[in-house]
């Protein structure tokens, strides 16, 4: 527990489920108020809203695509509306399309580029307004993936959107440092989300994905809500512009484990 996160507001992009929801969740158990977006499931979202405010936190749920500006917008009045501000805003939102480049659509690409990627600058830019505005200091979690670092073939647009995450990060970290605003990064590795819930149910994908991991297992979306939290918290006070990777150690070259190479 951080005991500066009570009664601070934070709006969750994508909080229904995954990792979005164990943030949700998390930040109730911090007696925050939380915004919980979602985009397709509003009974699975009302969930997270139950278990935040049987946890202490306040919370609400609100539709939005994250890819649109009147999307975001309605988050930021949403968390004005019923909890007086904002001090957190987590873009985790996320998805995506597997193709060979050659043949994915320019409209799956549009997508995957918009939700993963415009969404974040939707989100962040909506955030960092209402902080200038409001002369607030305030952070910005931007949910990028080991595939900011990782090529990843077939999933091109994705990495492609993550990269794009990670520059955008470090780039506005910088300029709103002098404001008080900080800006960081998550990178999970392999979570157990329903976004890879088909792969990890195979026992053969399964085992590949283990195979990745000195760790040795795949990760639970609570220990990408840790980091969400400590992130929040004034406890990494002097931490701007990084990408925290919670992977199990997926980015530190796993094929030279056993001393290869
Ligand atoms: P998930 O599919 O369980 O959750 C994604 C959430 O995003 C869902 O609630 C979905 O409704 C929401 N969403 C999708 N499009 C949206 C839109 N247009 N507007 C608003 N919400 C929208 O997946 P997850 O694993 O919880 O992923 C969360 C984030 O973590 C994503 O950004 C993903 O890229 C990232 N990530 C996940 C993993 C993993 O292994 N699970 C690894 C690396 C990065």
Same mark, same amino acid.
Do not use: C
């Given at each position: 527990?951080?005991?500066?996160?009570?009664? %601070? !507001?934070?709006? &969750?992009?994508?909080?229904?489920?995954?990792? #979005?929801?164990?943030? *949700?969740? $998390?930040?109730? @158990?911090?007696?925050?108020?939380?915004v919980?977006?979602?985009?397709?499931?509003?009974?699975?979202?009302?969930?997270a809203?139950?278990?935040?405010?049987?946890?202490?936190?306040?919370?609400?749920?609100?539709?939005?695509?994250?890819?649109?500006?009147?999307?975001?917008?309605?988050?930021?009045?949403?968390?004005?509306k019923?909890?007086?501000?904002?001090?957190?805003?987590?873009?985790?939102?996320?998805?995506?399309?597997?193709?060979?480049?050659?043949?994915?659509?320019?409209?799956?690409?549009? %997508? !995957?580029?918009? &939700?993963?990627?415009?969404?974040?600058?939707? #989100?962040?830019?909506? *955030?960092? $307004?209402?902080? @200038?505005e409001?002369?607030?200091?305030?952070?910005?979690?931007?949910?990028?993936?080991?595939?900011?670092?990782?090529?990843?073939?077939?999933?091109?647009?994705?990495?492609?959107?993550?990269?794009?995450?990670?520059?955008?990060?470090?780039?506005?970290?910088?300029?709103?440092?002098?404001?008080?605003?900080?800006?960081?990064?998550?990178g999970?590795?392999?979570?157990?989300?329903?976004?890879?819930?088909?792969?990890?149910?195979?026992?053969?994908?399964?085992?590949?994905?283990?195979?990745?991991?000195p760790?040795?297992? &795949?990760?639970?979306?609570?220990?990408?809500?840790?980091?969400?939290?400590?992130?929040?918290?004034?406890?990494?006070?002097?931490?701007?512009?990084?990408?925290?990777?919670?992977?199990?150690?997926?980015?530190?070259?796993?094929?030279?484990?056993?001393?290869?190479?």
């Open positions: 527990m951080y005991t500066d996160l009570k009664d %601070k !507001v934070a709006v &969750i992009t994508g909080g229904s489920k995954g990792i #979005g929801r164990a943030i *949700a969740e $998390r930040f109730g @158990k911090e007696h925050m108020h939380v919980v977006n979602y985009n397709s499931d509003a009974t699975e979202a009302q969930q809203v139950d278990v935040i405010v049987k946890n202490g936190g306040q919370a609400v749920s609100v539709y939005g695509d994250v890819s649109t500006e009147h999307g975001v917008q309605g988050l930021l009045d949403a968390a004005i019923h909890f007086g501000g904002l001090d957190v805003w987590v873009n985790n939102a996320g998805m995506e399309i597997q193709a060979p480049t050659h043949e994915l659509s320019l409209a799956d690409w549009n %997508k !995957v580029i918009s &939700i993963n990627e415009t969404g974040v600058f939707l #989100g962040a830019k909506t *955030a960092l $307004r209402y902080f @200038k409001n002369h607030k200091p305030g952070d910005i979690i931007n949910m990028s993936s080991v595939h900011e670092q990782i090529p990843w073939p077939t999933f091109a647009s994705y990495a492609a959107a993550k990269g794009a995450v990670k520059l955008f990060t470090q780039s506005i970290a910088m300029e709103y440092a002098k404001d008080n605003i900080r800006v960081n990064g998550i999970p590795g392999a979570i157990n989300t329903p976004i890879n819930a088909e792969k990890l149910a195979d026992k053969e994908q399964y085992a590949q994905t283990v195979a990745m991991v760790m040795d297992r &795949i990760g639970k979306p609570e220990e990408v809500a840790a980091a969400a939290a400590w992130l929040a918290s004034s406890e990494s006070s002097y931490v701007t512009g990084i990408t925290l990777f919670v992977d199990g150690g997926m980015t530190l070259y796993p094929a030279f484990k056993d001393g290869q190479g």
